[in-house]
Structure formats: structure tokens, C-alpha cells
């Protein structure tokens, strides 16, 4: 069965990827609230309007989050020059098949139309995106420059472990200023603790539809109340601590198949369950 376009509970769609097993966006949650409430929101972006801002997006996908930030920090403040870099294995052709409503709409058509004609540097007005098209651990190796912001968009860790290991978050802190945010919908233990081991100060951000929240990082920012982010529950914390499942996905090589990550993660957790 291939790819296919589906609806989200916002009215917005998504498409559900055969190779991963899952959708690029909530279903429940809807497409926009996500890229909203998961990711602009507690990137704290918006509230430190600058004359440029600079974004690593860690899955592209459809470029839903990007559509989304770019348009809300542009009405904010309309000078601001946005330089967004985003890893990427490959654009779903699907895209075409896709539109967004207002105030998303125009600027949607403007890069559908770039990026159906393959390009992977685009420049809309003020912003400037570039796309690195190919294994993200492959690329991340390269970058040198430092982001204001890292959305983390990835498949679930389970289906998509190779971009959730501390190895790969190592080179994203490497690629985040210190009072930077990096930003993911996913609250997955292995996901928290690899950040926790990499001296990452955690929050849960706000609970989009009946979803859990998710979760933003940082090594030295400051919370806005505006970000609606929250500290964890002492309970939240203690599983982070105590779970035999709390352990991180391992990838020294940045190497390692996705069957061999969860594997050796699997070993892991047992031998802790052992011990306890
Ligand atoms: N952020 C996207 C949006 O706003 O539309 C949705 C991202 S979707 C959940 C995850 C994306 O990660 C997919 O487009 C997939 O192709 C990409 N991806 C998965 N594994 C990858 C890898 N190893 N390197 C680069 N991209 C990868």
C-alpha cells in the first residue's frame, strides 16, 4: 500500500507514510494546531523579536512547521529575516495534492510551487530555506553555523530511531546557541533522557488535543510565561530517574540501522529490568 493524503482533526490534512507506518502529522491533534502549539509557541520565537532568525528543522516533511512559523513571525515583526535549514530524505511528491487555509494559503502555493520543481534552495521575500536532502546524520556533521531554534519532527522514535539517539542530539546542542530551544512533540523516556545526559534543562509544552504535551529543552534559556511550557511533575521527573526504560538510543557510529538501535536499547532496558 503506498502513501496517502488524510485528514487531521483541525480540518487540515497530512500524509500517512508506508515506509514509516504513520502519519507526518496527529491525526487527533490536527496538522496546524501542532506545528503551532508544539513548536512555534515553545521555540519562545515569537517573543524575541529579532532582526534575524535562524531554525534547523529536523524532518521537513511537508513543511507544515516551516509555513507556520514563517507566517507568524513575518506578522509579528515584518522585517525580520528568516534563515531556515532543514534536514530532509526526501520530498513526498504527494505535496502536490495538498493546500492549507488562510493565513497559510499564499505563502503554501509559493513554496509547493519550488518544491514540486525540486529545488532545495528557496527564497521567499525575506526567507531564505535550505534543504539537505539525504540522511540528516550524515549532514548534520557538516553544519558549523548556530540556530536560534531546533524543531525536532522526526517519525516517532520507535519507527524513526536513528534521528533520536544522544549522538544525534549531541551534534544538534553542538548547533543550538545556549539559550536556544529545541522543541519535539515527543516525551518518549529514551527521547528525555538523552537530552537530560547532554545537561538539557526539560519542560513539557502545552497538550495539543487529547494528546500528551510534548517537550522543550535548553541548556540556558530563560522560560517565558508566553511559551506556555511547564516544568516536569516530581512523578515525571522520578520516572525520568528510576524507569529501567529511561535509558537513551545509542548510534556512536551515527551509523547503525534502525533495527540496531532499538535492539541494542532493548538489551539495555532488560538488563536494567534484571537489576531493579
Ligand atoms: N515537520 C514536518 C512538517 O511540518 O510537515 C513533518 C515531518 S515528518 C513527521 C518526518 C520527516 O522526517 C519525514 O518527511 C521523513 O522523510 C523525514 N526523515 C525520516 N528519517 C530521516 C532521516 N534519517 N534523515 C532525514 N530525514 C528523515
Redesign the pocket.
Known sequence: MGDKVVGTADGSFTIW?SE?G?S??SVSAG?LEE?LKKFLIPSHLLFKPNKEVKIL??????????TVSVVHLLRNSPNTEIHYVA????I?PLIGELSLPEPYGDFYERLKEQLLKGRTLIEIDSVRLEILL????RKVRALKETFDAV?H???SPRR?P??WTFEFFRELKRLLRKDGWLVTYSTALPVRRALKELGFKIFNTQPVGRRSPGTAATISGKPLKESEIYPLSPKEERKLEISPKAVSFRDPCLCLSRKEILNRYLLEVSKRERSF
Open positions: 507514510s514509516f504513520e507526518y502529522h496538522a506545528s528543522e529536523v524532518g521537513f516533511g511537508l513543511g507544515y512547521n516551516f534536514f530532509e530524505k526526501e513526498n539525504g540522511d540528516a546524520r524543531y519532527d522526526a517519525f524513526n536513528e534521528l
